[in-house]
């Protein structure tokens, strides 16, 4: 059963907002980080809620792929299925079909495409998209949406939104995102939201911004797109490569980002100091005893762990090593996240983001 969703906002400074989103009886501070990726594949759910995560995402995609080839016929709700008792926000995963579809296969109802691993032809639509989210248990749903790569021609990217404007449900299902896609283009961007706000949707997320695209762009963007969303409904940015993406998409005013930059970081030998980088393959950490960040109250470090000997897990690449960073790096990653809550309800986000040398 679809559980309620309340979002209310609480402090707005210039683009960034600050507010609470209540999901039963679940009350999240927002802006508020959503973990995916390598971040939830290497640690269990009472490690990530020891952490401070409260929130991942899921995408309907896997699921379904696998429920059609049988391999998983039963299916419970994710909660139940991964131990997580706090917030999943659903996604079609309708990006990754469209770049395993040949051009031929953006058909009007949806997508078809190869399935890599058993070569079947599938097709995923719309419907089936949002059917998987509400089946999974996902709190919050996104729509399904036409994937373009950030900078393909105008016509590509206008199609896409066209058709992601068409594919919006009616009636509107209950906790559902609307997805305004576009690319970089404002005009289309704009007939996006035109479409969305008509449905009074809970949300909108902003689809199809990679994170290869240049921060600088990505900002821009998000910007433009948040002065053109009525201030009620929550504004998701799905998907940000790093800390730096993460905090501004968050300045330019978004509730809800979500990013592995935490897990990628970790994965790459690398543990945040701040907005700072340690990067643990480094030859002189052989002989450094301290611990990441001194001082830092993660668990990593609270134990005592030494540069020195994640030096060496990192070299001869230990499942351990990564495990730890990861730990480090989540810990201060929310961390951050919690200081620019603080400034937005302070009023202070311009002198935070020029204190920490950001944009
Ligand atoms: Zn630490």
């Not at 009886?25 to 952490?51: F, K």
């Not at 643990?280 to 001194?294: F, M, N, Q, S, Y």
């Not at 030096?311 to 929310?334: A, K």
């Amino acid at each position: 059963m679809t559980k309620k969703v309340i979002f209310e906002l609480s402090a707005q400074h210039q683009h960034a907002r600050s507010g609470r989103l209540t999901v039963a009886d679940h009350q999240l501070l927002t802006p508020l980080l959503v973990q995916t990726g390598s971040t939830v594949a290497t640690l269990t759910s009472e490690e990530l809620q020891h952490l401070g995560v409260q929130a991942i995402k899921q995408a309907a995609l896997p699921y379904w792929l696998a429920a059609s080839e049988e391999q998983q016929p039963q299916f419970t709700d994710l909660h139940a299925r991964l131990k997580w008792p706090g917030l999943i926000v659903g996604e079609t995963g309708s990006e990754q079909a469209y770049r395993w579809a040949k051009p031929r296969g953006r058909k009007k109802d949806g997508v078809s495409f190869h399935e890599p691993q058993t070569g079947q032809q599938k097709r995923y639509t719309p419907e089936m998209g949002l059917t998987w989210q509400a089946k999974l248990g996902c709190d919050l749903q996104t729509t399904f949406s036409r994937w373009e790569n950030y900078y393909a021609p105008v016509d590509d990217l206008r199609a896409a939104g066209q058709q992601t404007s068409t594919w919006l449900p009616n009636p509107w299902p209950q906790n559902t995102l609307a997805a305004i896609a576009g690319g970089g283009l404002k005009r289309v961007r704009r007939l996006g939201v035109q479409a969305a706000v008509a449905h009074a949707p809970f949300g909108y997320a902003i689809v199809g911004v990679d994170p290869e695209v240049k921060l600088d762009e990505q900002i821009r963007l998000l910007t433009e797109v948040t002065t053109m969303l009525p201030s009620a409904g929550l504004r998701y940015f799905p998907t940000a490569g790093s800390i730096e993406q993460a905090l501004l998409a968050m300045v330019a005013g978004m509730d809800l980002v979500d990013t592995d930059c935490a897990g990628q970081a970790a994965q790459h030998g690398v543990a945040f100091n701040g907005l700072k980088r340690l990067h643990l393959a480094k030859e002189h950490l052989i002989r450094d005893t301290a611990t990441l960040v001194p001082g830092c109250q993660c668990p990593t470090c609270q134990a005592g762990y030494s540069r020195s000997y994640l030096h060496q897990l990192v070299m001869t690449r230990q499942p351990l090593g990564t495990r730890l960073v990861l730990v480090h790096n989540l810990f201060v990653l929310n961390k951050l996240v919690a200081e620019l809550r603080q400034a937005i309800n302070a009023d202070r986000v311009a002198e935070w983001t020029t204190e920490r040398s950001l944009g």
